[in-house]
């Protein structure tokens, strides 16, 4: 199964017992390359989580991260929404590539509905089963995937995600479960933005839950990283506790019938 | 050690494996009565979480919900803010019992700080292990005994608390971690209540977390309940989903060294 589909996997740092691939998938004229990682305890089909990617695009880190979802028995697919090769610096000012996504977030969300159903097609991954979970902007795009209502979906975890609704209409209702891992001190989701996801993902009668983190700021499951100034920190503690939280989450809709 | 302080126990409904007596102490000229349960696995000293009883005082769920606690481990120790024998309908208003120590926040804390020292005293309480959860009006018992920043304390969890700010003049820094599990639809629990104790809780330099469920209305974890026109309803998500919360934070905060 990998040997079709994978290229350049070797050169990345990976986990033990974890395995990786890239799979190129389209949505209109434009290509995409997800990384998709799993541990090779069996061929069988298991649950999957969609991760979407920070601003950067799926770089190093977020491949580690995808890593780290597999390790507990989920097929992580690392979806794309920049474009093949399209990667911005990890310490960079990446708004050139995350703002026109944001600007129009009908595209981003044909994107993000492309990497669900690439992931769909993956011979390991149990098409009943599927979470998407995302960081930062990727916060944003898995609370779109949600709002597209695309039928699947069970769950949406945003870990310090932008908040900003995306204005396209009337939204459906919202059938994945939602959860929304938020530090207070987060510039990027200022209090109101926090209330008004409230009121849309209330009106949507979406299953929500919000996890506020005192004290923590944007990025905070960022190990490391200390540019308070900037209103971003590592928080280990409310690092530690959205994991956790994520897992019990995850638990919970995967386990259901 | 149970002989010398139990009485009327046995009438009570206990679950299996479960001890429980009745245990006075005083604050001020006033007499408390509180229920103390444990499961009798050893005579080792243990955890011990205070429990604070809502508007009802010390009634049948409560001491059923301090028996539930037991069972995880916990010396649970069911404290009384009302005095000995003051006990209101578990379905009737029973403002005329809060509103007293609503309106004397200074009285509420010295009872709950004496209900923490009577349960320090306990031969089953590992001192340097303690922390306090409440329900409804038990929420904000449970908050003003963390606001009190009476030493040792290592946590306090609010179940659809009343979240009103104590208004006693500036706050000492909060030492106990914070845990605020509130129904985004409780009506007892505006979301200018909710913001204000953000506020506060970081002001006074607390750990804390706050956990928003959405639809969740006031006394969301009581079965049963269906008073939606009064904004009070039982939620099965939110009760199943908050209780695992606390028990991963007794966890977390009663193995720290």
Redesign the interface.
Known sequence: MTDGRSNHVSSWQRQEGVHGELVEYREGETVFEAYVTWAARSDARRPCVLLAHAWDGLNEPMRAKAEELATLGYVCFALDVYGKGVRGGVADDNSHLMGPLMADRALLRRRMVAGFEAALRHPLVDPTRVAVVGYCFGGLCALDLARSAVPGLKAAVSFHGVLKPPRLGAQVPITAK?LVEHG??DPTGP?EDV?AL?RE??DAK??????????AMHAFTYPGLDKAEAGLQYHP?AAR?SW??MR?FLD?VFEAP
Request: charged letters at 20%; aromatic letters at 8%; a negative charge.
């Open positions: 939602v207070w001190e209090v209330l409230t993902l209330t979406a299953d929500w839950q919000l996890h506020a983190h005192g004290h503690d506790r956790a939280s019990a919970e």
